[in-house]
């Protein structure tokens, strides 16, 4: 009797045991079902969004959506969301910008789930956009080259940091890290302009430093002053004579081309991977067309 009352004890938590187990594992199976949904209509609805933004910003492909905040799910049952940030790279500004970026991230955007995954929806609202473009340095020294002659100084190997303004003005002013952005009452920042130029055979590398502004859309680069990094005069300034035909040649202004919702340019910037930025904002928009 003993040995049976033994062997049922020990039985008896086993029952028990299997439960548990088979909850766990379905709650785990639940939670991969929603997650893999969440992923799911996510990725259908950055779709919708992203046709509509190919329309509105009038691109030749489409451009990628990402859809910000926790769980795309709860945002889409009530068809409001935190903010999705639209990009497109590769693009081509008439002859001379032939690889920037153009950026929007949208904030308090009303969208019904049903009617956009259905392809029904006209338009997307949006509260508000921030429209930007990004040059990369190798456009910069497109527009630069422009300024060049055959018989003047040669500009290779162009480079974009951030500096501060104060720096710009001030080579004993502290030196900044990171991107300098300007603000929007402002609409100026400073700017490190790294290059190797040369001048009768020799070669020099520099760095200029400069203001850029918004200026009618555009991106005005003012060069204030430069200093010398290596080459035959390191440790000395150039010749006055030689820093008068080099320094003009880096005043140029760059037409990025129509920003986002035909958002008007209200600030520039340099990011920290050197990149020139031009972007503003604007209030109660709309992406428009169909899926």
């Given at each position: 009797m003993s040995r049976t009352a033994n062997v049922d004890q020990?039985?008896?938590p086993r029952p028990r045991r299997r439960w548990l187990r088979r909850l766990v594992v379905g709650f785990v199976v639940l939670l991969g079902l929603l997650v893999a949904a969440d992923f799911g209509a996510a990725a259908l609805f950055e779709y919708q969004v992203s046709k509509r933004a190919r329309t509105t910003f009038g691109l030749a492909d489409d451009p990628s959506v990402k859809v910000g905040g926790f769980s795309f799910l709860a945002q889409a049952v009530s068809g409001e969301y935190q903010v999705i940030k639209v990009e497109a790279n590769g693009i081509p500004v008439l002859d001379t910008l032939t690889d920037t970026t153009v950026e929007a991230d949208l904030f308090d955007v009303a969208a019904p789930l049903s009617s956009l995954l259905s392809g029904t929806a006209k338009d997307v609202v949006v509260g508000e956009a921030e429209g930007k473009i990004k040059v990369k340095a190798t456009d910069v020294n497109r527009v630069i080259q422009r300024n060049t002659s055959s018989s003047g100084?040669?500009?290779?190997?162009?480079?974009?940091?951030?500096?501060?303004?104060e720096f710009v003005a001030d080579p004993a002013a502290e030196k900044p890290s990171g991107e300098q952005v300007a603000d929007e009452s402002g609409g100026t920042a400073g700017v490190k302009l790294g290059a190797t130029v040369t001048v009768g055979g020799d070669k020099t590398d520099i760095d200029v430093f400069a203001i850029i502004s918004v200026a009618d859309g555009a991106i005005t680069v003012t060069p204030k002053r430069l200093a010398v990094r290596s080459g035959p005069f390191s440790g000395a300034e150039l010749p006055q004579a030689v820093q008068q035909a080099i320094l003009p040649l880096f005043g140029v202004t760059i037409q990025p081309g129509q920003l986002p919702f035909n958002v008007t340019p209200t600030s520039v910037g340099v990011t920290?991977?050197?990149?020139?930025?031009?972007?503003?904002?604007?209030?109660?928009?709309?992406?428009t067309g169909s899926g």
């Open positions: 020990t039985a008896r100084p040669s500009i290779a190997d162009l480079r974009v940091a951030a500096v501060s303004e920290d991977d050197g990149l020139l930025t031009i972007g503003g904002r604007v209030n109660d928009v709309r992406l």
